[in-house]
């Protein structure tokens, strides 16, 4: 017989029906009987589970079942020489939460949000997925999102259990959520670059004449800018082609060639 306390001791399990978390556990004692039912002893019988995974299989006389996985079932003996026994219906469910992770999908499909580089202008949909201390999920918690460095653009909604984050201002940080437990996460290293080119301004050296596509007395300076109002300067200096070519859109980045008398940002 399957008992909850060594030496014929405590009550039954056939005669519990109880439900657990995966971050407890419970002993288990085989006590074996005479014909008459007098207690002999505990003896070492072979242990299964039917419907919960992880119990442990002996043979031993008591056994600790500490479940990882969510499940229901009944935990039996096996015994060659003795009538075996079954406790009742024990329902496993997930523990506490545990902790989070930034994820791109919800749930244990979703990675770990690690490096990232974007341009200002693009989203990015994050969620926090929670977990036990044994990996299960737990659903997707609400937190508060926010930038530890720079502040890389917007979130929305916020606090959220997910969250569509907008990058606008280039730079570099790390996205952090938090639960209102203080459990939190972060991202790996997210970099944000200035977005397609939306306007351009001569900012100095506009006020000179020169001959048409020829080096004008002073260099030109201009101001290239995103949407979001994030660029950087670039000067007009000698070079070789009468056009402005500024392909690569970083921020080291210089611009040179001629300056005729149209500007041609590309």
Not at 124 to 129: D, F, G, I
Request: proline share 5%; hydrophobic share 35%.
């Amino acid at each position: 017989m399957i008992r909850d306390q060594a030496n014929g001791g405590g009550q039954a399990y056939r005669e519990k029906t109880f439900t657990m978390t995966t971050d407890s556990s419970i002993t288990l004692y085989a006590a074996i009987y005479d014909a008459m039912g007098n207690f002999r002893r505990d003896s070492a019988v072979t242990w299964s589970g039917i419907g919960l995974v992880g119990v442990p299989t002996g043979p031993a006389s008591k056994i600790t079942y500490s479940p990882t996985q969510p499940g229901s079932g009944q935990i039996i003996t096996t015994s060659p020489t003795l009538i075996n026994d079954t406790t009742g219906t024990i329902t496993v469910t997930s523990g506490a939460l545990n902790y989070i992770v930034i994820q791109d999908a919800s749930g244990p499909g979703g990675n770990e949000i690690g490096d990232l580089i974007l341009s200002a202008g693009q989203t990015v949909t994050l969620y926090a997925s929670g977990y036990d201390r044994d990996n299960n999920y737990l659903g997707d918690q609400s937190v508060t999102w926010s930038f530890i460095g720079s502040t890389l653009g917007t979130f929305a909604p916020n606090p959220g259990t997910s969250t569509t984050f907008q990058a606008q201002a280039a730079g570099n940080a790390v996205i952090r959520a938090i639960t209102s437990g203080g459990i939190a996460d972060v991202t790996g290293n997210i970099q944000v670059n200035a977005g397609t080119p939306s306007t351009i301004a001569i900012v100095a050296g506009n006020n000179q004449t020169g001959p048409v596509a020829q080096q004008l007395p002073v260099p030109l300076q201009v101001l290239v800018q995103d949407a979001y109002s994030t660029g950087a300067q670039y000067h007009c200096a000698v070079g070789s082609h009468p056009r402005w070519n500024c392909d690569a859109w970083i921020f080291s980045n210089q611009c040179t060639g001629y300056c005729p008398d149209s500007l041609d940002f590309t």
